[in-house]
């Protein structure tokens, strides 16, 4: 396996797994993390690798992932590739010595690879998070600090709306727990319908669903999803948007802006201070998912140096996945799904091909 990199001082060295636009991403937070030297990329696009490393100084490059982690033995992983590979990529590295693993999402394809990836890591003592960078957006931030201030009353319902609910639907599921505070739901009842072969960055997808969350304290949550004309195009929270609505009060939260509407009282705004325009945007890519995605870099690296736990631990993303494949259970079995959930299997993709749907035609598409 070789010799581990060594480092000078406080050092920790870190790879990049997959060299696309989140591998750049991943590649930008890792030096703005102080302390942090980015020694190694890999992907099985070399030509892309090459690209990158060349951009980022680095000299360690692979078409497999195995043999660069081999080579260079890295403190911090970032697994940029497809969810398919993601449980092979944190074995690899968990064999390797890895302190640290950071992985993008979606988690994986079945809920059993999720739970896998993260007993994996937590038997050999390596820190799992995963990239729900929007945790640590400012407008989420402040949202979540005025929910908890009692500025709406007590939170009675959510509603959650983007395009598809295994890829884009992790963030949102994510924020709906996040502004929860984390409280675990009781139960999932869902439904999806799967009309058309709907592809999403390749992975197969539902066409539109409804997932209802049900939690002890009577609070619930309906989050939906879907393209036109499944959702309204009229409902201006259908890219990413949430509204929390409480006994005195509603907060409306987008990407771009909170707004908390106080009954009988002045409204609350927190704008995004980042570039909205697209046209701006560096590499085409959301200057919000930059920033927040160098914060949980900067996060996990200090966890590592304190032994606090970071802020992205992997049990809030495997409670979001949980959602989503209870979502896909509950339409399958047509009842409501208890939690924890019990099925390992991906209900979607094992439903497809028992018959349960017959899509046609094919959609592929980033949303």
């Known amino acids: 396996m070789g010799d581990r990199i060594r480092t000078t001082g406080t050092d920790l060295t870190a790879v990049v797994i997959g060299a696309g636009s989140q591998g750049r991403v991943h590649a930008l937070g890792h030096r703005a993390a ?20 060349e951009e980022f100084d680095v000299r360690e ?23 398919a590979l993601h449980l092979d990529v944190v074995r690899a590295a968990v064999a390797a010595g890895a302190r640290a693993v950071h992985c993008e999402k979606p988690i994986a394809l079945s809920y059993g690879d999720a739970v896998e990836m993260t007993t994996c890591a937590a038997d050999a003592g390596v820190q799992l998070t995963f990239n729900l960078q929007r945790r640590f957006d400012p407008v989420q931030r402040q949202a979540r ?36 505070q984390d409280a675990a739901p009781e139960w999932v009842l869902g439904q999806i319908d799967v009309s058309v072969n709907r592809y999403v960055y390749g992975v197969f997808t539902e066409t539109a669903s ?21 959702t309204s195009v009229l409902n201006l929270e259908n890219d990413l948007g949430l ?17 908390v509407r106080r009954f009988g009282r002045d409204d609350l705004v927190r704008e995004s201070p980042f570039a909205t ?32 736990p970071p802020a992205l631990h992997a049990r809030h993303a495997l409670r979001g996945a949980e959602l989503i494949f209870a979502t896909y259970e509950s339409s399958r079995s047509r ?31 980033t949303y």
């Open 335 to 365: 009842r409501r799904v208890p939690l924890p959930l019990d099925r390992m299997d991906n209900a979607l993709t094992s439903g497809r091909a028992e018959g349960f749907w017959s899509p046609t035609g094919e959609l592929r598409s």
């Open 243 to 259: 509204i929390v609505q409480g006994t005195r009060g509603r907060a409306d939260i987008r990407g771009a802006r909170a707004l």
């Open 277 to 308: 325009d697209s046209r701006t945007w560096d590499h085409a890519v959301d200057p919000a998912i930059v920033a927040g995605t160098a914060d949980a870099i900067t996060d996990l690296v200090e966890s590592l140096r304190t032994g606090r």
């Open 210 to 230: 409804l997932t209802q969350i049900g939690w002890a304290d009577g609070v619930r949550a309906v989050v939906s999803t879907g393209r036109a004309p499944h």
């Open 145 to 180: 600090e005025w929910i908890a201030q009692g500025e709406i009353g007590e939170v009675v319902t959510v509603e959650g709306y983007c395009p598809n609910l295994f890829d884009w639907g992790t963030h949102i599921l994510d924020l709906v727990l996040f502004h929860r």
């Open 34 to 53: 102080p302390g942090v030297r980015l020694t190694g990329l890999a992907d099985v696009d070399t030509a892309a690798a090459r690209r990158l490393a």
């Open 61 to 83: 490059v692979h078409h497999d992932f195995r043999e660069l982690l081999a080579a260079t033995r890295p403190d911090i992983v970032s697994v940029c590739t497809p969810p």
